[in-house]
């Protein structure tokens, strides 16, 4: 048999070739590659009305319920402590007698930003064993209507969550109305 040019097929006459092609009518061709070219994957479907609701949900998270400045109007500092603790916990929380080990300042973010970074910092706070954290919202001085802005969600969120046990509004020294201290669980 003589080799042609091509090294990969040994030359049939045209006859055989022919007769090649009507014994196997249903074979496409391999690439001059040599390879097989798989179709491209289809890509999962986006799943619609899960992105839907989880915008519902942000949404909603975003606009509070509660209304925390109907609960300071007559003059007590606004406390938060988790059902079945003893109120010494906020007493103590109150005077300062834990450590603040860490520290969240929200100035200047917008609601969104600010609920992104309290989730980070809890994490972050949780991850380490973090017990005790000062979390500065601002006491609304240079927003509109000089009204604080992120007061009220932020005390809002942290009922929220399942890992604060306490807060209170922090003392003077420590930030004022602009400012909570939180006592969060034990990691263990």
Do not use: Y
């Not at 091509?6 to 055989?16: D, G, K, V, Y």
């Not at 209507?145 to 942290?158: A, D, F, S, T, Y």
Request: proline share 8%; aromatic share 4%.
């Amino acid at each position: 048999m003589k080799k042609s040019g091509n090294s990969a097929s040994p030359a049939l006459p045209e006859t055989e070739r022919a007769e090649f092609r009507d014994a196997l009518p249903d074979v496409e061709p391999i690439t001059p590659h040599g390879r097989f070219l798989h179709p491209p994957a289809r890509l999962p479907p986006i799943p619609l009305s899960r992105l839907r609701d989880e915008r519902e949900v942000i949404h909603a998270s975003l606009h509070d319920p509660i209304r925390w400045d109907e609960d300071t109007e007559n003059g007590e500092e606004l406390a938060f402590l988790r059902p079945g603790l003893s109120r010494q916990t906020l007493r103590r929380l109150r005077r300062g007698e834990w450590v603040t080990q860490a520290e969240l300042d929200l100035h200047g973010l917008t609601r969104a930003e600010a609920k992104l970074e309290l989730a980070d910092f809890l994490h972050e706070c949780k991850r380490r064993g973090t017990r005790c954290v000062r979390i500065i919202h601002g006491k609304g001085l240079r927003s509109i209507n000089r009204e604080p802005v992120l007061k009220h969600h932020v005390r809002h969120w942290l009922t929220q969550r399942e890992e604060i046990l306490a807060f209170v509004q922090a003392r003077p020294i420590d930030g004022g109305g602009g400012a909570v201290m939180v006592l969060l669980k034990s990691p263990h």
